[in-house]
């Protein structure tokens, strides 16, 4: 019920913002002028690529998100006043927490959504776990980074592994999706090394580099040590739980074995419960279309945590790594180092 519900308050916040931001779009550019006058702060690239690629660099963003509103309104106030460092900058989406440019075709800039201090919050969370966990190959790339005000990631041209496989579902090479199973275990059990809990794991939330490997993005919702999560995970890759108690091991755990079927069955769990789209009604601003998708979307939820709940899964048999995609949604699997040795095992007897 609590998914429900949070789901629906998170699409009407969609639309308002949605509209809002477009009508801004259109009056002169603002948006626009707001994101070339941001301040590059000194990049040292880090190497934690990111899901919409951010960045990271030499100032490190506070780990006190108690940013006082008169502090934060001068920062976002001076971000927009300097000088621009692109004239090429581009709106690729607005999402809950943040909107997200591609400047230069070469980076991925995301700033708040707002100007008040709440909005800065998942940006100061991306920044402070990219600090902590720094340059590493299974995480996206950091290039740079406000203190409050925007992170800066390496644009993979290769985009998300979810689209990437969906795009070629009959024609994968398989030792290539092997490679990809264990790398996303690998990426998984790199943050847990840093007590960090990602909160949203989806095969959407991992970017390929131009080797096609897998990089780990998008910490906006993530829970660090001192600062619980800012999200949870979407229902299919939702472990039934107290909702309002922390994020933890195990969440991410079953989050990483939805992640893992995404990637071997080729589709989110219970994915064929939900209305297909042929007229992209997605996308309508006809009340009733929006009402009734989002009932159906929120019936479709309920059944599919209670379906969780009663340990009833999506078959899983034939499917590459099986055995760890189970483990992690039964909790029999209870740490992320357990299931990279799992699956160097399952490696080397096949």
């Known amino acids: 019920m609590r998914i429900a519900m949070l789901k629906l308050a998170l699409l009407l916040m969609w639309n308002s913002w949605s509209t809002f931001w477009n009508l801004l779009l259109l009056s002169k550019n603002i948006v626009y002028q707001s994101l ?29 998100t108690n940013i006082s509103r008169e502090s934060f309104h001068v920062t976002i106030e001076e971000r927009r006043l300097t000088g621009g ?63 409050t005000d925007f992170v800066d990631t390496r644009y993979y041209s290769n985009g998300d592994l979810a689209a990437f496989v969906s795009n070629r579902a009959n024609n994968l090479d398989r030792d290539l999706r092997r490679k990809w199973f264990r790398q996303i275990i690998e990426a998984v059990n790199l943050i847990h090394e840093h007590n960090i809990i990602h909160s949203d794991l989806a095969l959407r939330q991992f970017f390929l580099d131009d080797n096609l490997d897998a990089r780990l993005g998008d910490f906006n919702s993530a829970q660090c040590p001192g600062h619980s999560a800012l999200g949870y995970e979407k229902a299919s890759h939702c472990l039934p739980r107290d909702y309002e108690a922390p994020n ?22 219970y994915s064929e419960l939900y209305w297909t789209d042929p007229q992209n009604h997605a996308h309508s601003s006809d009340h009733t279309v929006i009402r009734a998708r989002i009932q159906h979307e929120q019936q479709v939820d ?17 499917l590459w790594g099986e055995n760890i995609i189970l483990g992690c949604w039964k909790g029999t699997i209870t740490t992320s180092g357990e299931a990279v040795n799992l699956c160097l095992e399952l490696e080397n007897t096949s």
């Open 36 to 64: 070339l006058g941001f301040r590059r702060t000194g990049a040292t690239p880090r190497d934690v690529e990111n899901v919409e690629q951010r960045g990271d660099t030499r100032e490190q963003p506070s780990n006190d």
């Open 85 to 147: 460092q692109s004239d090429n900058a581009k709106l690729l989406k607005i999402g809950i927490f943040a909107a997200v440019y591609l400047l230069d075709n070469a980076v991925v800039r995301k700033v708040p959504r707002g100007n008040a201090c709440e909005d800065a919050l998942p940006i100061i969370r991306e920044a402070m776990v990219y600090s902590i966990i720094g340059k590493h190959p299974r995480i996206a790339e950091c290039l740079s980074l406000g203190r």
């Open 248 to 269: 933890s091991v195990a969440s991410d755990l079953f989050a990483l074995g939805s992640t893992l079927y995404e990637l071997s069955a080729g589709k989110a769990p």
């Open 302 to 318: 309920r059944e599919i945590e209670n379906l969780y709940r009663n340990q009833k899964f999506p078959d899983v048999n034939g």
